[in-house]
């Protein structure tokens, strides 16, 4: 059973940046599909970005350029750094794992974080 937590959330104005932190506990997840996820209220939940074992990244036309997603050291699975923030980029972030070793598209994930909140204000 794999948990992630996520971390590194908070409030920036526009411009500025933040980390994002994901830690997985409870299965080595060094092999598995991870993405970040974002949900902002009243919207659908969005796939900002993935990385799978090989190293292939993909990332939400809204985010390229801004934001990298990285495999990290064993103790944070995945971070996702992101810059030049927009105040439409304020949403609840979460992690997410699945056991297959490429990012497809459309794909399912078991396993998720409980969120962190991401503020940009203009």
């Known amino acids: 059973q794999v948990r992630l937590r996520e971390s590194g959330g908070g409030s920036v104005q526009a411009g500025g940046s933040l980390s994002l932190s994901c830690a997985a506990s409870?299965?080595?997840?060094?092999?598995?599909?991870l993405a970040w996820f974002r949900q902002a209220p009243g919207k659908e939940r969005e796939e900002v970005a993935s990385?799978?074992?090989?190293?292939?990244?993909k990332y939400a036309d809204s985010v390229k350029g801004r934001f990298t997603i990285s495999r990290a050291n064993p103790k944070s699975a995945v971070s996702l750094q992101m810059n030049n923030l927009k105040p439409e980029d304020t949403a609840m972030y979460y992690c997410?794992?699945?056991?297959?070793?490429?990012?497809?598209?459309?794909?399912?994930?078991?396993?998720w974080g409980q969120g962190t909140q991401v503020t940009v204000s203009s």
């Open positions: 997410a794992a699945d056991a297959p070793p490429v990012c497809g598209s459309g794909m399912s994930y078991e396993y």
């Open positions: 409870g299965a080595t997840v060094g092999n598995y599909c």
């Open positions: 990385i799978g074992s090989d190293a292939v990244v």
